[in-house]
């Protein structure tokens, strides 16, 4: 099993910054790919961002050039700097890893106008 732990979420203003980590434990070495997922009030959940074992990213094209995932394999965390939030980045924000389709609890951001 594994098991993720998010942090990071909060309330900004638009044009801020926030950082969230996600650190998994467990059996952590069965881990390849990470990413971050969103799901807004009333739409489906959305990719962010995604890295390989590799470090090879993806990006949705809503986020390109705002948001950065990076990863630490010695901790076994993953990281997402947002950076320009916009108030439609609101939601709630869900660290994926691969091994088993783990999901984590889910950490809020909201961005005010």
């Known amino acids: 099993q594994v098991q993720l732990v998010e942090s990071g979420g909060g309330l900004v203003q638009a044009g801020g910054s926030l950082r969230l980590s996600c650190a998994a434990s467990?059996?952590?070495?069965?881990?390849?790919?990470m990413g971050w997922y969103r799901q807004a009030p009333g739409k489906q959940r959305e990719l962010v961002a995604h890295?390989?074992?590799?470090?090879?990213?993806t990006y949705a094209d809503s986020v390109k050039g705002r948001f950065t995932i990076s990863r630490d394999n010695a901790k076994s965390t993953v990281y997402l700097q947002m950076n320009s939030l916009k108030p439609e980045d609101t939601a709630v924000y869900y660290c994926?890893?691969?091994?088993?389709?783990?999901w984590g609890q889910g950490t809020q951001v909201t961005v005010s106008s």
């Open positions: 994926w890893v691969d091994y088993n389709n783990y």
């Open positions: 467990g059996s952590r070495f069965r881990i390849n790919s």
């Open positions: 890295i390989s074992g590799g470090g090879i990213t």
